[in-house]
């Protein structure tokens, strides 16, 4: 199985910031990368599909890059709504696997 | 749109089994590549299982170890998931998916959590 490692578990950040969550492969899994948002309560939304193709709605601050094993989510511009939990998954070959997650707290 | 649509929570014993069911609108169950991912308590995501388009077969995480099955029927359009023998850590919220483009979850139920208690 592929496995995903996130960094950092878990980062605190304030209204404005500029972060950057990163995501490893275990192997090359090419551009086969999403990106999803899960907030308590609710489902998990897809953000980023292909590594760093925006989910239609989902607003322009959020950006991906990245290709075979190292890929990175960057929200330019931090806002109150995007305090969440955020996952890497890789589709590349079966089972698909997600990554640990990085919380994003204030 | 496609529009997911599970039943509701259950609790069982040890040793039981659950199905839960995903109702899908907006599309047809035989347009969706469907998938099912859970959510334990305090924990990440875990993919469970799904339709791969391009060997058009239902694949599953080995870590189930032949405890999981994935159904479909198409004349309601409803997909099922089971889960048999039931331990303590199978509590999760568990959420049906579908991947328009066979590669990225795009869709997803409202979840049903399942709690496994003696």
């Known amino acids: 199985d592929i496995q995903m490692t996130q960094s950092p578990s878990s980062l605190s950040a304030s209204v404005g910031d500029r972060v950057t969550i990163t995501c490893r492969a275990s192997q090359s899994i090419s551009s086969y990368l999403n990106w999803y948002q899960l907030k308590p309560g609710k489902a998990p939304k897809l953000l980023l599909y292909a590594a760093s193709s925006l989910q239609s709605g989902v607003p322009s601050r959020f950006s991906g890059s990245g290709s075979g094993a190292d890929f990175a989510l960057t929200i330019s511009s931090l806002q109150p709504e995007d305090f969440a939990t955020y996952f890497c998954q890789q589709s590349y070959s079966s089972p698909w696997t997600f990554g640990q997650g990085t919380k994003l707290e204030i | 749109q496609v529009h997911l649509v599970q039943s509701g929570a259950a609790v069982k014993k040890p040793g039981a089994s659950v199905k839960v069911s995903c109702k899908v609108s907006?599309?047809?169950?035989?347009?969706?590549?469907m998938h099912w991912v859970r959510q334990a308590p305090g924990k990440g995501l875990e993919w469970m299982g799904g339709?791969?388009?391009?060997?058009?077969?239902?694949m599953y995480a080995q870590i189930f170890h032949g405890r999981l099955t994935l159904t479909e029927d198409t004349s309601t359009d409803t997909a099922y998931m089971e889960l048999t023998s039931l331990r303590s850590e199978d509590t999760a919220i568990y959420f049906c998916?579908?991947?328009?483009?066979?590669?990225?979850?795009?869709?997803w139920g409202q979840g049903t959590l399942v709690t496994v208690s003696s």
């Open positions: 998916a579908s991947s328009l483009d066979g590669s990225a979850i795009d869709s």
């Open positions: 339709f791969d388009p391009d060997d058009g077969e239902t």
């Open positions: 907006g599309y047809t169950l035989s347009e969706l590549p």
